[in-house]
């Protein structure tokens, strides 16, 4: 028997994580018929020319002709170190004191360039490019060398939660770290949604 064609869709492995698998986890027991495929990337995929039923990607990162369905919360952004770390180092108060500190870099995996850190408070907007000793092409493993003392990461807040609860992570310039909107699916506008795929969008549509 021919097995039908995955729902393809390329997302970061943070909504991966936080918003895709946890509804996947509960709609496809009910429906064996629908075959989901992720690719995980923290690039911004041609989801057309990459032959993809959609992708996941933040509300500000998506193309105006593409239909797009809020599928999770705002999110923010933490700076985050350890306990031992700042012992070492006084506590940043602005932006601009990110200079003085080790920080761990993030590299994205497609596009290769070191993401800037950007922050906001009052409507002001900063971009910052840091320096340290390590960088990551995965946020895991910042939020570990964070939580080793080897300096500053810059982390989705759920990714730093337990950490911060548990003593392990301190967090700073909180005040620089405004909510935003959060992940939404997106596909083209001309595109004909097949019933399994219009089932899939309504089990991740967000309706907090």
């Known amino acids: 028997m021919c097995q039908p064609r995955p729902i393809r ?13 946890p509804a996947l986890e509960t709609l496809l027991p009910d429906y064996p018929d629908i075959h ?11 989801i057309v020319t990459e032959r993809f039923d959609a992708g996941v990607r933040l509300g500000e990162a998506i193309a105006k002709d593409m ?5 999770g919360p705002d999110l ?18 602005t932006p601009h004191d990110l200079a003085e500190h080790k920080c761990i870099n993030l590299r994205f995996l497609s596009a290769g360039g070191l993401y800037a850190w950007e922050l906001e408070k009052g409507g002001r907007e900063v971009r910052v490019r840091v320096e340290g000793q390590l960088a990551f092409n995965n946020v895991r493993m910042i939020v ?18 337990a950490h911060l609860a548990e003593g392990r992570l301190v967090r700073v310039l ?3 770290c405004p909510p935003f909107s959060g992940y939404h699916l997106y ?22």
Not at 9 to 17: D, F, G, L, W
Not at 76 to 93: D, E, L, N, Q, T
Not at 144 to 161: I, K, N, P, S, W
């Open 36 to 46: 989901v495929e992720l690719s995980l990337d923290s690039g911004l995929a041609d």
């Open 76 to 93: 923010r952004m933490a700076v985050v170190g350890s306990p031992a770390y700042f012992k070492r180092h006084p506590i940043p108060r």
């Open 9 to 21: 869709i390329t997302t970061s492995e943070h909504a991966a994580h936080a918003v895709l698998w």
């Open 187 to 208: 596909y083209p506008s001309r595109r004909q949604p097949s019933a399994a795929f219009a089932l899939l969008v309504e089990a991740l549509r967000y309706r907090g």
């Open 174 to 176: 909180e005040d620089w």
């Open 67 to 71: 239909i797009a369905v809020r599928i």
């Open 144 to 161: 570990r060398a964070a939580t080793a003392g080897f300096g500053l990461g810059f982390v989705m807040e759920d990714q730093a939660d």
